[in-house]
């Protein structure tokens, strides 16, 4: 089990602005996943600027159709690493209710030998298919083609998504992050958008199907704030729905935009949480953890044997019984009594089987719900069982 105890970010900026002033990129430092940072561009860099001793980075709140992540130091760097973008389900139905569609993600990172191809030099020419390294001085006998990296250094090292490893120098993560599908014919339910109607002449108006109707954005479900529009051929963002947006003047734009037919609605750039520093390593828990989810939908049973519902967030969270040694079991107390209600970014368990997602389905922005409990396993006091349970925060 990981626990990122000390965030090292001293700095962050993106290539594109934001929204509006409550959606800076800032808001990525702060611990309300909910207030994200939304970009008002479809392609968008995000850099961090980290101290040196970063260990792992943790992503929480994306929404992207793609990202990677490149982390760089003063001496090496780890080429581009994909993001996972995929969302939780592939039903249409996650998209209702839902304010978080993509799982959050823990990043491990060392550096290590690169396993990778290396040129040389004199460099006879070729294509680059596939993350390279080179010496500083390269010296070009023939054409170059460059079909991926090629990083120039006089390093034989990487930084690789390992657990293990020296601590990197001071670092830069660079976030690139593109959102590039069309929701206009998705909806999870009733009619695809067709057209936009303006109320007078201002920002407000409403989303329209083919026939004229008002489109129901809670049924649609893909029209959310910061989605970009793009309607007579330039692109606007949602910056406030009201309700279901189907009264005239519900929805508004972030500039006015004239009667006109709807060409594309994708869904906003956003990132929640971003967190990177040096990390507290503690035993795995034992077997027999158990995944728990809350649900806070609601469920309306009627008198007449009818039902009501509204479907809301899910998050889940774990109850840990993990065996520790004595000097583990000390720092993870000094972090309970540092953190206590403050959340953090944690992966719970480590070293699954290949193909088991534990950086996606272990990791989490989590708070403990109570002080955790010890008891000693041994005469000697080597070895405590500590017991606690933690929950996500969405």
């Known amino acids: 089990m990981q626990i990122l105890q000390d965030d090292l970010i001293s700095a962050v900026s993106s290539s594109a602005s934001h929204l509006s002033a409550t959606y800076p990129v800032g808001n990525v430092r702060d611990d309300i996943p909910s207030l994200p940072y939304i970009c008002n561009a479809t392609t968008c860099t995000i850099t961090l600027t980290v101290a040196s001793g970063m260990q792992a980075l943790f992503l929480s709140g994306l929404q992207a159709d793609s990202a990677t992540v490149m982390v ?32 959050p993600e823990w990043f491990s990172f060392g550096v290590a030998s690169f396993p990778g191809p290396t040129i040389s030099s004199p460099y006879a020419g070729g294509t680059i298919s596939e993350y390279t390294q080179g010496p500083t001085t390269l010296v070009l006998a023939g054409n170059l083609t460059l079909a991926a990296d090629l990083v120039l250094t006089d390093s034989a090292n990487s930084i690789q998504r390992i657990s293990t490893g020296p601590v990197l120098t001071a670092a830069t993560v660079t976030l690139k992050l593109t959102t590039s ?12 958008i067709y057209q936009w109607d303006q109320e007078a002449a201002g920002v407000a108006g409403r989303f329209e199907d083919s026939s004229g109707a008002a489109v129901n ?7 959310m704030i910061g989605s970009i529009c793009t309607i007579g051929g ?4 949602v910056t406030k729905i009201v309700g279901d947006g189907t009264g005239v003047g519900d929805v508004e734009l972030s500039s006015a935009a004239s009667d006109a037919t ?38 309306r049973p009627l008198m007449n044997g009818g039902y009501s519902q509204t479907q809301r967030n899910v998050c889940k969270g774990f109850n840990v019984s ?10 993870f107390e000094g972090f ?24 996606t389905r272990m990791a989490g922005f989590y708070y403990l ?3 955790p409990s010890m008891a000693y396993a041994t005469h000697s006091g080597s070895f405590t069982e500590t017991a606690f349970q933690i929950h996500e925060v969405i």
Request: proline share 5%; aromatic share 6%; hydrophobic share 30%.
């Open 336 to 359: 309970y009594r540092a953190f206590r209600s403050k959340p953090f970014p944690a992966i719970i368990a480590e070293g699954l089987d290949s193909g088991r997602n534990e950086n």
């Open 72 to 103: 760089s130091d003063t001496t090496d760097d780890s080429g581009q690493i994909t993001i996972n973008t995929t969302p939780y389900s592939s039903l249409s139905e996650l998209a209702t209710g839902s304010s978080q569609r993509i799982s």
């Open 181 to 192: 599908t069309d929701r206009k014919d998705s909806p999870v339910s009733g009619n695809a």
């Open 369 to 371: 719900r109570s002080a």
């Open 234 to 237: 330039t692109d606007y963002q």
């Open 217 to 223: 954005l809670n049924d649609f479900a893909n029209v």
């Open 262 to 299: 709807v060409s594309a609605i994708k869904h906003p750039i956003k990132l929640g949480i971003a967190r990177a520093g040096s990390v507290l390593n503690i035993e795995n828990p034992q077997l027999g953890l158990s995944r728990t989810f809350t649900d806070y939908s609601v469920r």
């Open 322 to 331: 993990a065996m520790l040694s004595d000097t583990n079991a000390q720092n």
